[in-house]
């Protein structure tokens, strides 16, 4: 056994692949040397599992499987005998045989599951998504033997559940490409019930099959068989001549190109040689629905438009979609086996497709889409990609994971105006909802209009949890945002002053008013995630190269694509026009989501007659209403409306006070700090949407009360301690502590609305400002109180939610 050759750190890369599996588990592979490959299970042990999943920005490993559990790699097995002893920083510090010494199959590769809590500050990028079909890295196998023109491929599922490309002209074998569950039929892949079953039963019989080859092991024979086994599978896998690259539409004209998006084009692949193009003889709609969808647009049209100029020489020809795939690189298609060939009759293929109202060409998009669909996607940075949630009823809700797969998630992505999906992701990689789950193991066609119509199973709760919410990220047309922006001066690729282009001329951003949600919708612009901070006074960096100050006023929603979406001053006026205080961002890949458990409010609220005399240290920090400033005190009573919060961060990262405990200000009569001047707002409102009484609750105690199984508390007040939330985790705010109420003292009775509304000066960042407002209808006697229907901002359909606003006020105490 051989010490592991050094090779350069930012060489070695790591990821899980295989299926059927969860975002934390499947077979590990590791680019080393320019290729992904696996490892064999020969010696291996949880030990070597703590050390890859830390690799994969796990904290740990909960176990390891053997005989290829997640499925057959290709390529390399990098690694063999590894044996570590779980506190090495890199695999690559453990004992094993050396890089690409091994004697073993890809029937022996080995897989680990990782425990479901990520490194603090690792980036998170094992996603579940089909390598195969996004990176279009797809190998296709020529022998010598084929026809001089080309060889015909045909797919079909080999063994093992993996799709395989097969030469069609009696060349005798085919090649495997891997895939992922998503890439799967519904009907080979895993989950819960019968794909599981079937895939223990598979377990099983690679269980029977590696004790049968461990036998071997030791005998002439078997040594003799398995270099026979391992010279095979480097003559299968090796062949490379035609890897699509990526896939591209080029405009008929500069006419064409200068219209953003470009609908229409010729379609060209890159390879490793330059691009190429696809002959036109046999060419469907179906087809174009394909590459529409690669592109980022939901349909296609005919179009009988061809090129100024004419390419006579094509690498692809007879191309055949059944118009669902969500590559072109899944179609059944010939190559030429040369570098290209002649397409007699024909010339390349022009596609015309039809963009969303979101991108339509020569629409302002200022105003978000009028058109109504039960589908929405929350928690993303970006267009196009968060969590997926459906209306059903007047309630919205998630989608459970199981057999999630790209399949379905085209079919809400063409639903929602994109293209097809690019990324199916799942275990709440977009953060969890809050509010039912109603759909489990979909399995979709990939042509339905509505992911509503496709098969699924309703579920309960003993199916399925949040952290187990399935998200997207689709295929948007290209707009070129990030052209009319930039960030400089900033330390890192993620921060910076921002400058925007107006008309010719580059210059800065006034900072009046420049707030997170401003800040998000530049770090989205640029593509750089969920904003970290709005940054109001950039003096700090580097102000060497700064420009004039060319737009003010700037007012977003928040979900605008662009900053020039937003409202803005028509001429710039700017209170504060220095350099130095030009407006900045800091940029951030994750973000917290804070969201209030609303029927714990509803089942917890009651009213209570406080003495004044217990009520000094409150009225301090300014708890109660103003009336309570000319009180008899310490004689008499405030009547208060009491309830408990319970405020869950479903986001993906821990929601941190703006300001360093340096800034904190310390209260005396509590004897507490406050990290934050406002944290959440209490608001009683009348009918017509009038504040009547208000209440505020100052973070003096941000803190961890209680987390999720498996994720450990990190922030305590107690001893000056570090405030927030950790991902996964709430924090607790009884009934009976200060300041949580709202002094109805003056109040008379009648129905109301509460209101409360965590983050409401939008200090911190988050992915989903709309879900930070709980509202309920309140009825009050003058005696007792009631609360119902009460949930998040932005929980109801907008039917629904005109129904609440309208709420006529209760005759009785009965609530139905």
Known sequence: ILLTSSPQHDQLKFRLAGYPRKHNEGRVEVFYNGEWGSICDDDFTLSNAHVLCRHLGFVEALSWSHSAKYGAGTGKIWLDNVMCSGSEKSIEKCLSRGWGNSDCTHEEDAGVVCKDERLPGFLDSNIIESHFFLSARLFFPFLHRTEPTGCRLAWGWGGGGVLCAGASNNAGYRLCS????????????????????????????????????????????????????????????????????????????????????????????????????????????KNSRVICGMMGFPSEKITLKKPHSDHSMYKIHSVACTGNEAHLSTCTMEFSKNTSAPCIGGGPVVVSCVPGPQFAQGRGRKNKPNHVTKVRLKGGARAGEGRVEVLIGSEWGTVCDDLWNLLSASVVCRELGFGTAKEALTGARMGQGMGPIYMNEVQCLGDEKSLRKCPHKSITAKDCKHMEDVSVKCNIPYMGFEKAMRIVGGRTDYEGRVEVQVGSQWGTLCSDGWSTREAMVACGQLGLGYALHAITETWYWDSSNVTEMVMSGVKCRGDEMTLSDCQHHRVVSCKRAGPQFAAGIICSESASDMVLNAPLVERSVYIEDRPLHLLYCAAEENCLSKSAVGANWPYGHRRLLRFSSEIHNVGRADFRPRLGRHSWVWHECHRHYHSMDIFTNYDLLDLNGTKVADGHKASFCLEDTECHEGILKQYECANFGEQGITVGCWDTYRHDIDCQWIDITDVKPGNYILQVIINPNFEVAESDFTNNAMRCNCKYDGNRVWLHKCHLGDSYSEEAEKQFELYPGQLNNQIS
């Open 178 to 285: 891997k895939l992922t569950s998503y890439d799967l039929p519904a009907e080979r892949a895993g989950g819960r019930g019968k794909g599981r079953e079937r895939e223990n039963e598979r377990g099983k019989e690679r269980e029977a099959e590696r004790e049968k080859r461990k036998k071997r092991k030791n005998t002439i024979e078997g040594v003799r068989m398995k270099k026979e086994r391992n010279k095979k599978e480097r003559g299968r896998t090796n062949v490379d001549e035609n890897r699509m690259e990526e896939i591209r539409l080029r405009p008929l004209s500069a006419a064409h190109a200068a219209r953003m998006p470009v609908t229409e084009g010729v379609v060209e692949v890159k390879y490793k040689e330059g691009w190429s193009q696809i002959c036109n003889i046999g060419w469907t709609i």
